[in-house]
């Protein structure tokens, strides 16, 4: 079966739930939830891919809104990875909004599962969806690959919108830090020498930080905010602290850099006498790793579905962030996609202006065309199953 005969079965089957994706991606965008509180939506979803035929678990991994849907029996398994966590904040009301599209990521996740449900038996391989809670807060799929949940998926597909199409995404290794300093309180003026300033404990890190970065690699990133400075300015401050993330292009890189950073917190408690604790607010989340046996097949059915990628390696090095996805990545194969609009609206990810976007007729457009893309993917690695083995091998060499 060649790139062609995938393509048109794909299409076809894809045509048969048009109406029904679409609807799937209003009604996620029109019930937006907080990370760990997607009640309505995961059950929306789970309940949907049941009636498609897909034995279904729900909750799932220790997670109430997590759930995990397959389809056969035998077989490679495919995952497309759903998220459906909203973000607070937009418009007048402070309401909740699907400002990063994930309305959108569930829909064409679950749209690419049942495509390829209709044609699994002819392609012999198994088909999930895993529904991951919490992308933009905690990172559950972090916490799911601990659990195991990825070990058995011989490759996982998940597609987000951007500004432009991409099939070389960059995410980041991060970890999170909070260094907190307990000083000692006096009076600024009357007493200045009894006291032990636990801001400058903060403004003294922040300062080795900067000389810090001088002699890391380019791709490394810094930053925080002081989360606590003192209460009153005629009070020598005794408690004070920050939030730092620190990235990299690789986890191995960064695990060298995180001990580097705590050091010169551990310095700038020495220099002024505040006791420091050290806390790990997040989870950490490692980077993607794109393989280019998956590259090239993103590439192909982009292409053939009228989306052809715009970014370079180089463009996508210099606007990466970080995602959970990349803790999958290390798992097992990822195809990690972003797609962009082709309208007069252009998807900036968090900004209000992408509530307009996520459910119009653009975002609907790449959504059918990514749902054939990804399943057509996901069917050529079925029928020509030596692909999995070289996406597998060029996994570990990249490990």
Not at 277 to 294: C, G, H, Q, R, S
Request: proline share 4%.
């Amino acid at each position: 079966m060649n790139r062609k005969e995938v393509q048109k079965m794909v299409k076809e089957a894809e045509r048969s739930y048009a109406a029904e994706f679409e609807e799937v991606n209003s009604f996620i965008f029109r019930h937006p939830e907080l990370g760990l509180e997607e009640y309505v939506s995961s059950k929306y979803l789970a309940d949907f891919l049941e009636k498609k035929g897909f034995s279904v678990e729900y909750p799932y991994a220790g997670f109430d809104t997590a759930f995990r849907a397959e389809y056969g029996t035998k077989g490679p398994l495919f995952a497309f990875l759903a998220e459906y966590d909203a973000l607070p904040g937009y418009g007048k009301e402070k309401k909740n909004g699907h400002a990063c599209g994930h309305n959108w990521i569930a829909s064409t996740a679950v749209g690419a599962a049942v495509v390829l449900a209709k044609l699994a038996d002819r392609a012999g391989c198994r088909v999930g969806l895993i529904g991951t809670p919490a992308e933009e807060t905690y990172g559950t799929k972090v916490e799911m690959v601990r659990r195991g949940v990825f070990d058995d998926v011989d490759a996982a597909f998940q597609a987000h919108l951007s500004h432009a199409t991409s099939t070389c995404s960059v995410a980041l290794a991060m970890d999170a830090r909070i260094f907190e300093y307990r000083g000692k309180a006096s009076h600024s003026a009357g007493a200045p020498w009894s006291g032990i300033n636990a801001l400058d404990g903060v403004q003294l890190l922040y300062a080795g930080i900067n000389a810090l970065r001088q002699h890391v690699k380019p791709d490394v990133r810094i930053h925080g905010i002081v989360t606590e400075g003192g209460q009153a300015a005629n009070i020598v401050p005794d408690k004070a602290s920050c939030l730092f993330y620190i990235r990299s292009e690789t986890r191995s890189y960064l695990d060298t850099v995180i001990p580097r950073v705590e050091n010169v917190a551990k310095g700038a408690a020495l220099m002024t006498g505040a006791r420091l604790k050290i806390k790990n607010p997040e989870l950490p989340m490692d980077n993607l790793i794109n393989l280019p046996v998956l590259q090239e097949l993103a590439d192909a059915y982009f292409k053939d579905n009228g989306m052809t990628p715009t970014v370079t390696p180089e463009m996508a090095a210099q606007a990466a962030g970080s995602t959970d996805v990349g803790n999958v990545s290390h798992a097992c194969p990822t195809a990690y996609v972003e797609v962009g609009l082709d309208g007069k609206g252009v998807f900036y990810a968090h900004e209000e202006s992408a509530l307009k976007l996520v459910d119009g007729p653009e975002a609907r457009k790449k959504m059918h065309q990514t749902i054939c893309a990804m399943a057509g993917m996901a069917m050529d690695l079925a029928v020509r199953p030596e692909q999995i083995e070289t996406a597998k091998k060029q996994l570990q060499d990249r490990k």
